[in-house]
């Protein structure tokens, strides 16, 4: 059983930065594929970023390519989403998830375990 903690959420001005943490535990990290998901308020999740465990491939949606980097320290189990030149329409509660697979396509099914996830607001 994988139990992911997400911090580093708040409010933010638009043109701003925030990092986002997830710590995990109750399995071995280096061998998980992590990622970054977000649900802003009447719509669906979508995927944010990931990184892989093998050969550490990240992937970015559209819309935060060139503005957030997700990394990993597989020494304190952890995974970053750093996020840079905020935008209101970034508001949303952004969720850490695990998947076994050294692959991803971004979809939610491929993530086995998800945290409570953490609030971002970017104000205008």
């Known amino acids: 059983q994988v139990h992911l903690v997400e911090s580093g959420g708040g409010l933010v001005q638009a043109g701003g930065s925030l990092t986002l943490s997830c710590e995990a535990s109750g399995r071995t990290f280096s061998s998980s594929t992590m990622g970054w998901f977000r649900q802003a308020p009447g719509k669906e999740r979508e995927f944010v970023a990931a990184?892989?465990?093998?050969?550490?491939?990240?992937y970015y949606s559209g819309s935060v390519k060139g503005r957030f980097t997700i990394s990993r320290d597989n020494a304190k189990a952890t995974v970053y989403l750093q996020m840079n030149s905020l935008r209101p329409e970034d508001t949303a509660t952004y969720y850490c998830?695990?998947?076994?697979?050294?692959?991803?396509?971004?979809?939610?099914?491929?993530?086995?375990?998800w945290g409570q996830g953490t609030q971002v607001t970017i104000s205008s």
């Open positions: 998830a695990q998947s076994n697979s050294d692959l991803t396509t971004g979809k939610e099914y491929e993530f086995a375990a």
């Open positions: 990184i892989t465990y093998g050969r550490i491939i990240t």
